[in-house]
């Protein structure tokens, strides 16, 4: 069964640090660009960062620039995302993705995309 499968979400206090880690079974994350991404109530999907499959370049929305990284294990076949200095409006439902590219996550070319994990940041 092809899968993603992210989990690390939780409640986390304001500047504290959460890490999410996106698992696959039945695919090979090193063969794709994978994305994260977030929705809160009410508000649009938004894409956050991409880690690229063949050259591990990664890219970041700018509201989460210089606080979230995404790397990846490849023996371990999992995609993780650090983010440090929460933000109580970091609080969403976050979504792994896997695509072609960078570019196919922003045009919604996605191949699998995962369940989700909630995040909420409050003190």
């Known amino acids: 069964q092809l899968q993603l499968v992210e989990s690390g979400g939780g409640l986390a206090q304001p500047g504290g640090s959460l890490r999410l880690s996106c698992a696959a079974s039945?695919?090979?994350?090193?063969?794709?660009?994978i994305g994260w991404f977030r929705q809160a109530p009410g508000k649009e999907r938004e894409g956050l960062s991409c880690?690229?499959?063949?050259?591990?370049?990664?890219y970041y929305a700018d509201s989460v620039k210089g606080r979230f990284t995404t790397s990846r294990d490849n023996a371990k076949n999992t995609v993780y995302l650090q983010m440090n200095s929460l933000k109580p409006e970091d609080t969403a439902v976050y979504y792994c993705a896997a695509a072609g590219t960078c570019i196919s996550l922003v045009t919604n070319e996605i191949d699998y995309w995962g369940q989700g994990t909630q995040v909420a940041v409050s003190s």
């Open positions: 039945g695919l090979i994350l090193e063969d794709y660009a």
């Open positions: 880690i690229m499959g063949s050259t591990d370049s990664t």
